[in-house]
Structure formats: structure tokens, C-alpha cells
């Protein structure tokens, strides 16, 4: 049987520079569908069963992110369900995996996909709780419905909890945070889900970006844009995701954001704020400070030690989906960071960080969601 690479599916993204010999597949990572980006790769291997591999991502040198190699092993199924991690090297410039597949078939990506079939289906069994409401708010540039869950029933002495996810569409463990998050706050036994269902209403997108996450792009939509560039100024023509979003959230208010997305480089689960803004109060650094500190106690993969240096301000920071919130709600609005490799202060040599890890990481959030919102009461 001969070699075979193929991308032709649901977030597929490769091109093939050659591929007659198992041992000598030379591959380039393809730029975002608009956009001159490239680090989201998710291919299929036919043929080489019993064979040893030597993959070469030639260009990984000049993706958006090259740091992002360092320390990075490639995560590879042959049922695209179970997901592990493959031996991975990078020189400077080549990214080279090393694996001798067990089965005819083999996908390798960069991270755990998180398909749009499967988007779908947890609209779907969200939908089916007696608490959730499912709204369309309309359509994305390629046709696909912008979905929001409302979860809890409004009133107006409930606090207004917003998740949103996949701004970046090959942030793939960020919806894998959101499913374990929706799990933990539907299921009838939990008990920061039960005690948040009588205190606030959760709007969650999970996924901000279905075109990009359907065309297997790493950041941008199908224009080209950034969602997390497009909050100050949004359009339905560039970025209706955000503009749609945006449009809800300010005809229900928001008292805490968490917007949620994945790290290239750090291998740590980590928060940005809104320090770089200029109106931060102190009110708001105690409060940031108070929720890193009641994550850690709920789950330990969480950490305040790394993460982003402060930046000072400049205009692109209302560009920002966080910033923007805290600036226009003055509310507790908090970027969520997970990473892509693993994390280094517990780490898994078998699966890395993956999307189980995502989603346990979910349900742990529901405990200082529950502590900040007691916070604002007082």
C-alpha cells in the first residue's frame, strides 16, 4: 500500500510537499484559510502501518509561533477519540515527528480536535436541560449558525455569568473547557452547579469562531480577522461573531467574563486581566487576585506564577475581548489561558495537556465563578 497524507475533513489543514517513502514525508503547515498564519496542522496518514515514520514539518520555523515547538510533542489517534502524544523534535526550522503508526490509518494534529459534529451534539444535549434555553444569533461569514446557551432563568436580582470560547479556532481545548464546564453546572449532583443555577444565568458561546474551526484555521475567521482584535470596532461584514455576541451582551449586562483560549508557548494554565487599562481600579485587581486564588484551591492544575508581563496600554488593548468588557461593564472580565503543550507542573509524558484535562479544568471553575459572584453581593 503507498504512502497517502490527506486533509480533506472537518478542520483538516496540510500541504504536502512530498510523501513517497514512510521514512522521508516532508509536509508544510498551511497558512489560515485569509489570513497569513500558520501553525494549526490535522492530517491523515494511510499506508505505513509497521513502519517508522519520519514527518517533517518543514516550515514550522516560520509559523506565527515558533516558540510554541519548543518542548512540544505532536498528538496523533487512530480513532480520532483516543488521542496521544507522538515523539517530536524541532531544530529552529523543521519540526520533525517521529512514530511508527500500529494501524493502517493515523491522524496527527497539533492539538486534540474539537470537531464541529461534536459542537453540535453539546448544543444538543445542553439543550435537552430544563434550565438552558439555546439562541441562534445569527450567521457567520460562511453560513454557520452563532449559537449562545442560556442556562438558568433570568431575573434581575441574578448575577450575569458570560463564557465564551474558540476566538481562536485551533484553541480547540477551550471548547473542551467549556463541555466539562456545562457538564458540572447541568448535572443535578454538583453542588456549585445546583447553588449557581439559583444565583446567576450563564450565557456561554462555546464556540465564537465556527468557520474558522470548520476550515482548520488557528486564529482567524473566514475574513481574515482576529476575533480578539475586533471588539472596539466589530461589523457584521468582518467580524459578525463578535459583533453579534457583543450586541447580546449589551442588552443583558455581564458581572463576570471569562473568556476562554489556549497558549502556544507556556505549558501552564494561567489568567490575563485587564491591568493595562488605565480605568483598572484597585477594586478590580482584588477581585482578578481573589479569583486566581479560589481556582487554585479548586483545582491544582491552575497557577498564578506564569503567565503574561504586563503590557503598558495602548489602543489595541480595547481591541480585546476582556479589556472591552471591563471597560465597558467596569466588570471582573478575566482571559483564561490553557495550554497546548502540557502543563509543566504536573505533567502527563502519555497525553500531554489534552481535552479531558480541558474539561475536568471546566468543572473546577464553577467553584471560584460561585466565590466571585458571592463577592459582588456583598
Given at each position: 500500500m503507498s504512502i497517502k497524507i490527506s486533509s480533506r475533513f472537518d478542520a483538516g489543514a496540510i500541504e504536502v510537499v512530498n510523501a513517497t517513502s514512510a521514512n522521508a514525508i516532508d509536509l508544510n503547515i498551511r497558512k489560515d484559510s485569509h489570513a497569513d498564519i500558520t501553525q494549526w496542522f490535522y492530517f491523515r496518514l494511510q499506508g505505513a502501518q509497521g513502519e517508522p515514520c519520519t514527518i517533517r514539518l518543514l516550515n514550522a520555523g516560520q509559523s506565527a509561533y515558533p516558540k510554541g515547538w519548543e518542548d512540544y510533542n505532536a498528538m496523533a489517534s487512530y480513532d480520532r477519540v483516543n488521542w496521544f502524544r507522538v515523539p517530536t523534535s524541532f531544530d529552529g526550522q523543521v519540526l520533525t515527528i517521529e512514530h511508527t503508526p500500529a494501524m493502517d490509518s493515523v491522524y496527527y494534529a497539533y492539538f486534540e480536535p474539537y470537531s464541529w459534529e461534536r459542537h453540535l451534539e453539546l448544543l444538543d444535549r445542553a439543550q435537552q436541560s430544563e434550565h438552558v434555553r439555546m439562541l441562534d444569533l445569527g450567521s457567520t461569514i460562511d453560513g454557520h449558525d452563532l449559537n449562545m446557551l442560556v442556562i438558568g432563568e433570568s431575573d434581575e436580582n441574578k448575577k450575569k455569568v458570560w463564557v465564551i470560547a474558540r476566538q481562536h479556532p485551533g484553541e480547540t481545548m477551550a471548547e473542551w473547557f467549556v463541555?466539562?464546564?456545562?457538564?458540572?453546572?447541568?448535572?443535578?449532583?454538583?453542588?456549585?452547579?445546583?447553588?449557581?443555577?439559583?444565583?446567576?444565568?450563564?450565557?456561554?458561546?462555546?464556540?465564537?469562531?465556527?468557520?474558522?474551526?470548520?476550515?482548520?484555521?488557528?486564529?482567524?475567521?473566514?475574513?481574515?480577522?482576529?476575533?480578539?482584535?475586533?471588539?472596539?470596532?466589530?461589523?457584521?461584514?468582518?467580524?459578525?461573531?463578535?459583533?453579534?455576541?457583543?450586541?447580546?451582551m449589551h442588552e443583558t449586562g455581564v458581572d463576570l467574563l471569562l473568556d476562554v483560549h489556549g497558549d502556544e508557548g507556556l505549558p501552564y494554565v494561567f489568567i490575563a486581566g485587564s491591568d493595562a487599562l488605565p480605568t483598572f481600579t484597585a477594586e478590580q485587581a482584588a477581585a482578578q487576585k481573589a479569583f486566581s486564588s479560589d481556582f487554585m484551591t479548586a483545582s491544582p492544575d491552575f497557577q498564578d506564577v506564569y503567565g503574561y508581563p504586563k503590557e503598558p496600554y495602548t489602543d489595541e488593548v480595547l481591541t480585546m475581548g476582556s479589556p472591552y468588557v471591563t471597560h465597558a461593564f467596569?466588570?471582573?472580565?478575566?482571559?483564561?489561558?490553557?495550554?497546548?503543550?502540557?502543563?509543566?507542573?504536573?505533567?502527563?509524558?502519555?497525553?500531554g495537556w489534552d481535552g479531558a484535562r480541558s474539561s475536568r479544568l471546566g468543572g473546577a471553575v464553577l467553584q471560584p465563578v460561585l466565590r466571585a459572584i458571592h463577592a459582588l453581593k456583598k
Open positions: 463541555e466539562g464546564m456545562l457538564d458540572a453546572l447541568l448535572d443535578p449532583a454538583h453542588p456549585f452547579g445546583r447553588q449557581l443555577l439559583k444565583e446567576t444565568v450563564f450565557y456561554v458561546v462555546p464556540n465564537m469562531n465556527p468557520d474558522g474551526s470548520v476550515r482548520g484555521n488557528l486564529r482567524t475567521n473566514a475574513a481574515g480577522a482576529n476575533l480578539n482584535r475586533e471588539w472596539f470596532a466589530p461589523s457584521m461584514e468582518r467580524s459578525p461573531e463578535v459583533f453579534l455576541v457583543r450586541q447580546k467596569g466588570c471582573l472580565s478575566l482571559t483564561l489561558e490553557l495550554p497546548f503543550k502540557d502543563n509543566a507542573n504536573d505533567p502527563d509524558p502519555q497525553v
